[in-house]
């Protein structure tokens, strides 16, 4: 169905489905009084139920045992991730703690040194080192109360922020089980498998936890909610497919280098649709830390 449109086009259409859903997720999971378990696990529910139709016509074949095995691995790493992920999206500034997931590329990087003895070559140290000036950038000392220091040590002294790392750190390693996962089954499989699975689980979760609160206001702010939980489900659903096709043309690190451009974007969002504070400094740290991520990643290719 996407097979003759370019990568490229796929991986910003991705960076896009990334945006919308950041945005509606951060307005369910502040507003909502929902768990970030239940939040989350609706919306990656929903996304895989989404695809279903388009899979029921168009079967493609499928490797059973590699499929499953993919779907294991990368059916944890990202049930993990997107409770992370969750988390620190509702506690902080989407303009502070997106620009962190470019730090996935040094999970590659280092896994490479440590277990393969690889060196990392010139592009990749001077990816590394924007990296580290953006964070350092992003996490300048603001004044504000509960995060004394700055620098990297403020950044940790966020739990919104040490949850975000641990998404960078999830999603560098977990980023090559897609394409076992897509080369088994092809892309609507394993996303509409990779969801409910990650939904399902998260969902099991979210029913061991108390209800929710009861709701201020109910009526139009509730169904303000249901839209923006079904908008975040249908974004992520089409920018997973996307994200898939495109790795089934290039390699990894391309469309992933691609589609960093989200973090970007959704910093840029806080800041103009949100009102999110210390725009130029965190639009700037969000610019460093892209360039550092693509660099580092392109720097992979030798």
């Known amino acids: 169905m ?10 910003l259409g991705t960076a896009l489905g990334e945006t919308l859903r950041d945005l509606c997720l951060r307005t369910v999971l502040r507003h909502s009084g929902w768990s970030t378990l239940r939040v989350i696990g609706l919306s990656s529910a929903l996304a895989g139920l989404l695809l279903l139709p388009l899979l029921l016509s168009q079967p493609q074949a499928i490797d059973a045992p590699a499929f499953t095995a993919a779907l294991l691995l990368g059916g944890s790493l990202n049930a993990l991730a997107f409770w992370c992920y969750g988390r620190a999206i509702a506690q902080e500034d989407l303009s502070l703690v997106l620009p962190l997931i470019n730090l996935s590329p040094v999970a590659l990087l280092l896994a490479g ?24 950038l992003l996490g300048h000392p603001t004044g504000r109360p509960g995060l004394a220091g700055g620098g990297l040590g403020r950044l940790w002294a966020s739990p919104g922020c040490r949850a975000m790392l641990l998404v960078a750190l999830l999603w560098g390693i977990g980023a090559s089980v897609d394409k076992l996962g897509v080369n088994a089954g092809g892309s609507l499989a394993w996303v509409l498998a990779l969801q409910l699975s990650i939904g399902t689980s998260l969902l099991g979760l979210s029913l061991r936890q108390p209800g929710p609160a009861p709701q201020r206001r109910a009526g139009r702010i509730g169904a303000a909610l249901v839209l923006a939980l079904a908008l975040a489900a249908l974004a992520a659903a089409a920018g997973t497919v996307l994200q ?3 790795i089934r043309q290039t390699a990894v690190v391309h469309v992933i280098a691609i589609k960093r451009l989200s973090t970007l974007m959704g910093s840029g969002a806080g800041v103009l649709a949100l009102g999110e504070a210390e725009s130029g400094r965190r639009l700037l740290a969000a610019a460093l830390m892209l360039l550092g991520a693509a660099t580092v990643l392109w720097g992979a290719l030798g």
């Open 2 to 11: 996407l097979s003759g449109v370019p990568w490229l086009w796929l991986a």
């Open 113 to 136: 040194w440590w277990v393969l003895g690889e060196r990392p070559g010139p592009l990749a140290v001077l990816g590394v080192a924007l990296l580290v000036l953006g964070a350092l």
């Open 244 to 246: 898939m096709e495109a």
